[in-house]
Every structure is written in C-alpha cells, then in structure tokens.
C-alpha cells in the first residue's frame, strides 16, 4: 500500500461548490503540506501542518482552508470552487528527525481537479 | 523575481548522453538544496540532496552547489530512456522561524533511445 494516499483522484465540479480532498499517510510522519502544481509554475505551497495543532499558511492560501483531523490525516477545503483552481493538487508528508537535514519530503498521487 | 529559477525544457539527448540540469536562487539563506524527479501522473519523488556547498555523487548522479554564486547542478551520466522524467530542484531555510521551501518549476528530460 502507498505510505501517502490521496482521494479522489480525478475531479470535476462547477464554479461555486464546495470541495474537499483528502490526504492521509502510513508513514507516521508528523508534517503535513499541501501544494498545487500548474504548468510554468511549478508547486506551490498552499498549507502546512507541523503537528495536529500547527496549522500555517503557505504562499498561496487565499479561497482555501484545511483540516488536520489527525496526525495521518490532512483534508483540504475550497469553500467556493473558481476555474483558476483547476489544477494538479499534491499532498506531502515529512519527518523532521533528529538530524535535521533535508526535511525530505513524501508526496501521494496528486488529485486532478477541474472547475468548470 | 523568482527566488528560484529554473529552465522548463524540454531537453531531449540521446541515450548514454551526460545531461545537465541546473536551478538558480536569490535567496542566501538557503541552505540544504534537494533534487526531485517526478514521472508522468505521479508525485515527485526525492533524488539527492546536499547540505551547503560541494558536490556529492549517487552512482550515476551528481549533484553540485556553489553558494557564492548561487546556483546548483544536477549530472546525469550515461542516460537512460528510464530517467526522462521532469527533474524539479528545492532548497529549504528555516530564519527567524520562518519555514520555507521552494520548488524551482522543473526541468523536463527525454532521453531518446
């Protein structure tokens, strides 16, 4: 089984509804990202969470909101779907060890969505 | 400015060919610096990582930063059809608190059999 699942996998709404994906993982991880990816500009980071009660804004939170229900699960919300939106939605897990080091981190599948 | 820049591609070589792929940066607090491959429909995927300045090698790969000019290398050596992928370069800081960690816009490779 994949350590980082995401669902759905593919998604098509229309301007104005609500969505929410959904992220969880096996890895026992205690940071959690979510990030789009659009062609040209690359992922950006939309929210990260370092623990269940450390919920950050990234780079580009505005019309999103998340939910970290547990230290596996991470769900993020658009309350009021826009066509920009459209996009390649990636979750992350990562492990901030001991070490330190690169925080290397562990992406799911990604989620297709598309706003009409 | 982007504080990381990143040529998109694509770059196609034929196979056995040394590929070169590099990201540059604006930003002097970066300090660990992370190449990911990421296949068609997948997530990415961690390939190597360096802390600082130097160079640090994986069989077939090589990866190279040079701070005082704030760019960074990926090496490939003897390509394979298998490594066409789009190569994504990430460097992380952590100042004052403040988490960042920033993907360049990814280098797409097709290595040609």
């Known amino acids: 089984d994949a350590d980082v699942t995401q669902t759905p996998r593919n998604r098509i709404t229309k301007t104005g509804k609500r969505i929410m994906l959904e992220c969880s993982q096996t890895k026992g991880h205690d940071r959690m990202y979510w990030y789009r990816q659009d062609p040209g500009l690359g992922l950006q980071l939309i929210y990260y969470?370092?623990?269940?009660?450390?919920?950050n804004k990234g780079e580009i939170s505005d019309g999103y909101s998340v939910s970290r229900q547990a230290q596996a699960k991470f769900s993020l919300s658009l309350e009021s779907a826009i066509p920009n939106q459209t996009a390649l939605y990636f979750c992350?897990?990562?492990?901030?060890?001991?070490?330190?080091?690169?925080?290397?981190?562990?992406f799911g599948p990604g989620t297709r969505l598309t706003v009409l | 400015q982007k504080e990381v820049e990143q040529d998109p591609g694509p770059l196609s070589v034929p196979e056995g060919a040394i590929v070169s792929l590099n990201c540059t940066y604006s930003n002097s607090a970066f300090q660990y610096f992370m190449w990911y491959r990421q296949y068609s429909r997948k997530g990415p995927e961690l390939l190597m990582y360096t802390y600082s300045s130097g160079n640090k090698e994986d069989g077939r790969f090589t990866a190279q930063v040079d701070k005082s000019s704030k760019y960074i290398s990926l090496f490939i050596r003897d390509s394979q059809p298998s490594d066409s992928a789009t190569y994504l370069c990430a460097m992380r800081s952590t100042t004052s608190g403040t988490y960042k960690y920033i993907f360049g816009t990814g280098t797409r490779l097709k290595v040609l059999a």
């Open positions: 969470s370092f623990d269940v009660k450390d919920i």
């Open positions: 992350a897990t990562s492990d901030f060890g001991l070490a330190g080091d690169t925080d290397t981190q562990y």
